[in-house]
Structures are given as structure tokens and as C-alpha cells.
């Protein structure tokens, strides 16, 4: 897999991301600022998604997903 590294950091951000959300609710935080984490983390999973259908497909995969 040629961008685990960028991949494990992005999901990393994810999973801080999560924290943060959940941080904001348990402190009845601002929504904007909720609303905000979620669409930074909207936008990492569509990074990682990116970085994943770059990635070549072998023969021998058993969920090729087109």
C-alpha cells in the first residue's frame, strides 16, 4: 500500500476529530464549532477515500468495489 502512512495520519485526525465532538457535547459546546468538526472529518474521509481508489487492485481481491 503505498500511502499507509498518509492514510493511518488521516484516520488518526478522524479519531481526534471524534474526540473533539465528543468533548463538545459532554461541555454543551457552540454548534457551529460542532458542525464544523464534522465537516473537517467529512472532509478527511473523503481524502482517505481518494487515496484508497488510487491504490491498484490485485487479481487475488475478494472486495473489488467498483
Do not use: A, C, Y
Not at 47 to 63: A, C, G, R, V, Y
Amino acid at each position: 500500500m503505498r500511502h499507509r502512512e498518509t492514510i493511518r495520519r488521516r484516520l488518526e485526525q478522524i479519531d481526534g476529530n471524534m474526540t473533539n465532538m465528543d468533548l463538545l457535547v459532554k461541555r454543551g459546546g457552540n454548534v457551529n464549532d460542532f458542525l464544523e468538526l464534522i465537516d473537517r472529518t467529512k472532509n478527511v474521509i473523503d481524502e482517505i477515500k481518494s487515496f484508497i481508489e488510487l491504490e491498484p487492485t490485485t487479481p487475488d481481491e475478494i472486495n473489488i468495489i467498483k
